[in-house]
T-cell receptor, first 110, second 114 residues
Framework: SQQGEEDPQALSIQEGENATMNCSYK?????LQWYRQNSGRGLVHLIL?????REKHSGRLRVTLDTSKKSSSLLITASRAADTASYFC??????????FGDGTTLTVKP | GAGVSQSPSNKVTEKGKDVELRCDPI?????LYWYRQRLGQGLEFLIY????????KSGLPSDRFSAERTGESVSTLTIQRTQQEDSAVYLC????????????FGEGSWLTVV
């Protein structure tokens, strides 16, 4: 099974609303990263949070990490239609390689 | 180059034929990944190269799949005797090392097996 698993699988909201996506993982991590994928394109890095950090912000993005619950959340505030994409979390362990979840598909309706 | 470059961007092949997909990582990146993504699905790890270490091939789905990397540069993913189930986009990515640095993705090679 995947190291990182996002939920919900799909999320549909109105423009201006906030979108929250969650990621759970199984083993201890060094870092957790969130990526975005527009349909049919490669993934683009959004934000990295290290295992000793609890919260990070980047523009309209807010990421939290709870290592005791082995979970992270990505919050997109004041969503826009252009935020429509799939969002993936990736965890990187001592083994080095990063493992991705199945993603959350976000649809923001204008 | 400026980014991760993959070729071909699209490939249609007949069932049973072999295909070779190429990835040029960002210069200086020691870590290189191959992932497979079927339509509407998540990323499926295939193989990971890190410097001169033995590659992690644990994600290769069958012995029809193989990958090579020349030093810390170009990598090729070869699929022999392609099957329709191999139809997917194959994404290559690279990073500076394996210490939690940003992973940069190419635009992928779309493979359709007919």
């Amino acid at each position: 099974s995947q190291q990182g698993e996002e939920d919900p699988q799909a999320l549909s909201i109105q423009e201006g609303e906030n979108a929250t996506m969650n990621c759970s993982y199984k083993t201890s991590i060094n870092n957790l990263q969130w990526y975005r994928q527009n349909s049919g394109r490669g993934l683009v890095h959004l934000i990295l949070i290290r295992s000793n950090e609890r919260e990070k912000h980047s523009g309209r993005l807010r990421v939290t990490l709870d290592t005791s619950k082995k979970s992270s959340s990505l919050l997109i505030t004041a969503s826009r239609a252009a935020d429509t994409a799939s969002y993936f979390c990736a965890t990187d362990t001592n083994a080095g390689k990063s493992t991705f979840g199945d993603g959350t598909t976000l649809t923001v309706k204008p | 180059g400026a980014g991760v470059s993959q070729s071909p961007s699209n490939k249609v092949t007949e069932k049973g034929k072999d295909v070779e997909l190429r990835c040029d990582p960002i210069s200086g990146h020691t870590a290189l990944y191959w992932y497979r993504q079927r339509l509407g699905q998540g990323l499926e790890f295939l193989i990971y190269f890190q410097g001169n270490s033995a590659p992690d091939k644990s994600g290769l789905p069958s012995d029809r799949f193989s990958a090579e990397r020349t030093g810390e540069s170009v990598s090729t993913l070869t699929i022999q005797r392609t099957q329709q189930e191999d139809s997917a986009v194959y994404l290559c990515a690279s990073s500076f090392d394996n210490a939690g640095n940003t992973i940069y993705f190419g635009e992928g090679s779309w493979l359709t097996v007919v």
